[in-house]
Protein backbone atom coordinates (compact mmCIF):
# COMPACT_ATOMS: atom_id res chain seq x y z
CA UNK A 1 0.00 0.00 0.00
CA UNK A 2 1.44 3.33 -1.09
CA UNK A 3 0.69 5.95 1.09
CA UNK A 4 1.34 9.85 0.11
CA UNK A 5 2.04 12.23 3.28
CA UNK A 6 -0.91 13.67 5.04
CA UNK A 7 0.10 17.36 4.26
CA UNK A 8 -0.25 16.50 0.50
CA UNK A 9 -4.00 15.41 1.17
CA UNK A 10 -6.79 17.29 0.90
CA UNK A 11 -9.98 15.60 2.13
CA UNK A 12 -11.83 18.13 -0.31
CA UNK A 13 -10.66 15.99 -3.40
CA UNK A 14 -12.56 12.83 -1.27
CA UNK A 15 -15.79 14.44 -0.60
CA UNK A 16 -18.37 12.42 -1.03
CA UNK A 17 -15.78 9.41 -1.37
CA UNK A 18 -15.45 6.39 1.41
CA UNK A 19 -13.00 7.01 3.75
CA UNK A 20 -10.91 4.16 5.10
CA UNK A 21 -8.95 2.82 8.03
CA UNK A 22 -5.46 1.90 7.69
CA UNK A 23 -5.94 -1.59 7.68
CA UNK A 24 -8.39 -1.69 5.07
CA UNK A 25 -11.90 -1.27 6.87
CA UNK A 26 -14.68 1.18 5.36
CA UNK A 27 -15.88 3.86 7.92
CA UNK A 28 -18.14 6.00 6.08
CA UNK A 29 -18.30 8.77 2.94
CA UNK A 30 -16.77 12.05 3.57
CA UNK A 31 -19.65 14.12 3.85
CA UNK A 32 -18.23 17.58 4.78
CA UNK A 33 -14.94 19.54 4.55
CA UNK A 34 -13.99 21.59 7.41
CA UNK A 35 -11.86 24.68 6.62
CA UNK A 36 -8.78 23.27 8.25
CA UNK A 37 -9.37 20.47 6.27
CA UNK A 38 -10.57 17.45 8.14
CA UNK A 39 -12.85 15.35 7.18
CA UNK A 40 -16.20 15.08 8.46
CA UNK A 41 -18.47 11.68 8.47
CA UNK A 42 -21.69 10.33 10.04
CA UNK A 43 -20.61 7.11 11.91
CA UNK A 44 -23.21 5.24 13.71
CA UNK A 45 -25.46 8.33 13.68
CA UNK A 46 -22.86 10.72 14.76
CA UNK A 47 -21.14 13.39 13.03
CA UNK A 48 -17.55 12.53 13.65
CA UNK A 49 -14.45 14.62 12.99
CA UNK A 50 -11.59 12.85 11.40
CA UNK A 51 -8.23 15.09 12.15
CA UNK A 52 -6.72 16.33 9.08
CA UNK A 53 -3.27 15.29 10.51
CA UNK A 54 -4.48 11.73 10.65
CA UNK A 55 -5.67 11.48 6.77
CA UNK A 56 -3.30 9.63 3.89
CA UNK A 57 -3.81 9.01 0.26
CA UNK A 58 -3.20 5.12 -0.32
CA UNK A 59 -3.62 3.76 -3.56
CA UNK A 60 -6.95 6.35 -4.51
CA UNK A 61 -8.28 6.08 -1.66
CA UNK A 62 -8.94 8.38 1.78
CA UNK A 63 -7.18 6.46 4.92
CA UNK A 64 -7.10 7.87 8.29
CA UNK A 65 -4.56 6.39 11.02
CA UNK A 66 -7.16 6.38 13.20
CA UNK A 67 -9.78 3.67 14.12
CA UNK A 68 -13.25 3.17 14.12
CA UNK A 69 -13.11 2.92 17.84
CA UNK A 70 -11.01 6.06 18.10
CA UNK A 71 -13.28 8.02 15.71
CA UNK A 72 -16.21 7.38 18.24
CA UNK A 73 -14.64 8.07 21.72
CA UNK A 74 -12.63 11.19 20.61
CA UNK A 75 -14.11 14.43 22.02
Known amino acids: ?6 AAVSAADYK ?3 LYTASGDRLAAVYRV ?8 ILN ?3 VVVPAASLAAADGKLVTNLS ?3 LLTAR
Not at 1 to 6: G, H
Not at 34 to 41: H, K, L, S, Y
Open 16 to 18: GKM
Open 34 to 41: GPDGAAQI
Open 45 to 47: GKM
Open 1 to 6: MQLSSA
Open 68 to 70: KRD
